[in-house]
């Protein structure tokens, strides 16, 4: 009966043990070492090297190969700008035909915006 109770206690106690553990990778690195060695009035001192393999926290390897990104068949692409500046030229010129006078103030300004939107709609935007 006692080994009834246990059971569930042992299963469950594991549990965490399991889920957090590790893969088993190891990774070292060679790291050179060196230590001064006093010298005394007889002797000169001197630089003592050495190489040891310490053990290292293992880095995450970045892909090599970065998969392109979807394409999105719904993107507007259009440009309207060559439109809109010949539409603005084209503009302004038939203001500046169509008034006289001090309406120049107005009308080339008006001819440059409204050819600049009819020449948007027509190259395609």
Request: net charge neutral.
């Amino acid at each position: 009966m006692k080994s009834l109770l246990l059971l569930p206690l042992i299963l469950f106690t594991s549990l965490p043990v399991q889920a957090y553990g590790t893969s088993g990778a190891r990774c070292y690195e060679e790291v050179w070492r060196e230590e001064y060695v006093p010298g005394s009035y007889n002797r000169r001192g001197y630089v003592r090297r050495w190489q040891e393999t310490v053990e290292v926290p293992c880095r995450r390897r970045q892909p090599s190969y970065q998969e392109p990104a979807p394409h999105r068949g719904n993107e507007d692409n259009n440009s309207c700008i060559e439109g809109s500046i010949i539409g603005g030229l084209l503009g302004a010129a038939g203001g500046a035909a169509l008034s006289r006078g001090e309406g120049n103030f107005i009308g080339i300004p008006l001819g440059i915006a409204g050819g600049a939107l009819i020449g948007c709609q027509v190259d395609g935007g």
